[in-house]
């Protein structure tokens, strides 16, 4: 697979909640890269990590509009999208949708790094209110 190859299977598998064929597309050393610039580094860690985000925002989906690669690092540009939860209820005033975009760094026909730019706030003030 290209890097862009790799960087669509990985969206696929987040946009349809496969921990395990997420948790193949992470190299052993992957690394999450929040928008405030933290890191969460290993494979075991994101798979629970992913784990725990689908169970607070189970409907959660990814569309990306364009792509753009250079060697092993793919952009994506789109929307991310979901309905914040804590007891699984889908209630459309906690529904969410912000422009994003994603930085992937390809290593072999897995992901390294997985880094998100969004505005956190609109998610932030629903979280606030549950």
Do not use: C
């Amino acid at each position: 697979m290209t890097p862009e190859e790799v960087a669509f299977a990985f969206v696929e598998a987040v946009n349809a909640k496969q921990i395990e064929r997420i948790s193949e597309l992470m190299t052993p050393d992957h690394v999450y890269i929040e928008p405030a610039g933290g890191e969460v580094a290993g494979h075991e860690k994101m798979r629970e990590g992913w784990v725990g985000y689908f169970a607070m925002v189970p409907d959660y989906h990814i569309e990306v509009a364009e792509a753009f690669s250079r060697e092993n690092t793919v952009v994506l540009l789109g929307t991310a999208a979901g309905t914040l939860t804590k007891d699984g209820t889908l209630d459309p005033k906690n529904r969410w949708s912000v422009p994003a975009a994603w930085r992937v760094v390809v290593e072999g026909e897995q992901v390294a790094v997985w880094q998100l730019y969004v505005n956190l706030e609109p998610i932030v003030r629903i979280f606030e209110r549950l």
